[in-house]
């Protein structure tokens, strides 16, 4: 049974910093490519980073220079750092896994559609 579980969503001030987590199972996550993504109330889901299994990882420019998405095979799991936080990243996050997929980072994250597996969310909110 496949599992992806986010946790580390909060409320928070602008300016400060949370880490994400993703905790998998049931699938080969060495293989696999993991995104995050989020979506605010009234809009579309849009992808924030994208890792994958060699490391090599791409970013929305909203957030670029702010988040770094990292992995750990050892735990199955997978980070989103997020740091100088503003109210506009405030949204529900999810983390989504494709296996056995690698993708250029130059042709940016994979479409929400084309992931497998999805997490269920969690909340960041953040106020000014």
């Known amino acids: 049974q496949v599992q992806l579980v986010e946790s580390g969503g909060d409320s928070v001030q602008a300016g400060t910093s949370l880490r994400l987590s993703c905790e998998t199972s049931?699938?080969?996550?060495?293989?696999?490519?993991i995104g995050w993504f989020r979506q605010a109330p009234g809009k579309e889901r849009e992808g924030v980073a994208a890792i994958n299994a060699d490391d090599t990882s791409t970013y929305a420019e909203s957030v670029l220079g702010r988040f770094t998405i990292s992995r750990d095979s050892a735990r199955n799991s997978v980070y989103l750092q997020m740091n100088s936080l503003t109210p506009e990243d405030s949204a529900m996050y999810y983390c989504?896994?494709?296996?056995?997929?690698?993708?250029?980072?130059?042709?940016?994250?994979?479409?929400?559609?084309?992931?497998?597996?999805w997490g269920q969310g969690t909340q960041v909110t953040v106020s000014s």
């Open positions: 989504a896994a494709r296996p056995l997929h690698w993708r250029g980072v130059g042709a940016g994250i994979l479409p929400a559609s084309d992931f497998e597996y």
């Open positions: 049931g699938f080969a996550f060495k293989l696999a490519y």
